[in-house]
């Protein structure tokens, strides 16, 4: 068990040091549109109890509030 845990977290740190250096060549627009649907997918799933139309809908209005503040 302890075995998969530290797998598991090992796949996550690479994955996470992956998508954080692809953000290098982005504007702060982008920057911020990006943050926005991750956060919102993020509160979407959550306030929904994990549902897909939740988790969607919640990146979708967080991307383009996220958008629209770096204007």
Same mark, same amino acid.
Do not use: Y
């Given at each position: @068990?302890?075995?998969?845990?530290?797998?598991? #977290?090992?796949?996550?740190?690479?994955? #996470?040091? #992956?998508?954080?250096?692809?953000?290098?060549? @982005?504007?702060?627009?982008?920057?911020?549109t990006?943050?926005?649907?991750?956060?919102?997918?993020?509160?979407?799933?959550?306030?929904?109890?994990?549902?897909?139309?939740?988790?969607?809908?919640?990146?979708?209005?967080?991307?383009?509030?996220?958008?629209?503040?770096?204007?």
């Open positions: @068990m302890h075995n998969i845990r530290s797998t598991t #977290l090992r796949v996550l740190a690479v994955t #996470l040091s #992956l998508a954080l250096s692809a953000c290098s060549g @982005m504007s702060a627009q982008d920057k911020s990006a943050i926005g649907a991750g956060v919102g997918a993020i509160g979407g799933s959550v306030l929904t109890g994990g549902s897909t139309a939740g988790t969607v809908g919640g990146a979708v209005v967080g991307g383009v509030i996220g958008h629209e503040i770096k204007k």
